[in-house]
């Protein structure tokens, strides 16, 4: 069995500040782990995806995120904020396993940027 | 490529009626996913296919939900009859196997669906 916690459901930051999303997750197995972004009206984007190489992952629009396995957590984070970075933000989990292709979602982070 | 495709963008319908969402995956994926997100219940996976063959369909919520893929290039997922607490909007996502690998899924842009 698998879950994903995204602590805070709402975060708001100034433009030019750190970004930080919190996400713990459950596994039996070694996982595999993404970050969505959401803007309005729209579908799911890929931010980036960690999948056993690098613990440190680059995603796209200045976004990184660290696995830690001992804390089971894999945050998100941008030194800047930006304006377009208003979005809603999903961390998914998916067993390692191979013929597994089912993501488990979190419940998302909106996140609003104050100019 | 054009991404995975859905019809249509926006469904407005009274309770009782049968709804058809639309979607076609991205050339060359083998699986399918249908997704429905609501503001209570988040986003939720409602059924997956591999090859054309469902493969769970335990997010089904209820018999009024069927899904069907006939082929490569096209699944539908039907309500009959359409409730109002079926209002949500409804994801298709596809990805492809390699290597045994977990893939990024391909989300569409979404159904959004009304239901009066």
């Known amino acids: 069995a698998q879950s994903v916690t995204q602590l805070g459901s709402h975060v708001s930051v100034s433009e030019g500040a750190l970004v930080l999303l919190r996400c713990n997750y459950s596994?039996?197995?070694?996982?595999?782990l993404f970050w969505y972004v959401q803007y309005p009206n729209q579908g799911l984007q890929l931010l980036l995806k960690?999948?056993?190489?690098?613990?440190l992952v680059k995603g796209i629009n200045g976004f990184e995120a660290e696995f830690k396995k001992s804390e089971t957590s894999f945050h998100l984070t941008k030194p800047s904020a930006h304006m377009s970075d208003a979005a809603e933000y999903f961390c998914?989990?998916?067993?390692?396993?191979?013929?597994?292709?089912?993501?488990?979602f979190g419940k998302g982070t909106k996140l609003s940027v104050i100019p | 490529d054009a991404g995975v495709i859905q019809s249509p963008r926006h469904e407005v319908t009274e309770m009782g009626q049968e709804v058809t969402l639309r979607c076609k995956p991205i050339?060359?994926?083998?699986?399918l996913f249908w997704y429905r997100q609501t503001m209570m219940r988040g986003l939720e996976l409602l059924i997956y296919?591999?090859?054309?063959?469902?493969?769970?369909d335990s997010g089904m919520p209820e018999d009024r939900f069927s899904a069907k893929m006939p082929n490569a290039s096209f699944s539908t997922l039907k309500i009959q009859p359409s409730e109002p607490r079926d209002s949500a909007v409804y994801f298709c996502?596809?990805?492809?196997?390699?290597?045994?690998?977990?893939?990024?899924?391909?989300f569409g842009p979404g159904t959004r669906l009304t239901v009066l």
């Open positions: 996502a596809s990805t492809q196997r390699r290597g045994g690998r977990s893939n990024e899924q391909f």
């Open positions: 596994s039996s197995v070694p996982p595999y």
């Open positions: 960690y999948t056993s190489a690098a613990t």
């Open positions: 998914a989990v998916s067993p390692s396993g191979a013929g597994s292709y089912q993501l488990t």
């Open positions: 050339s060359g994926h083998d699986y």
């Open positions: 296919f591999n090859n054309n063959v469902p493969i769970d």
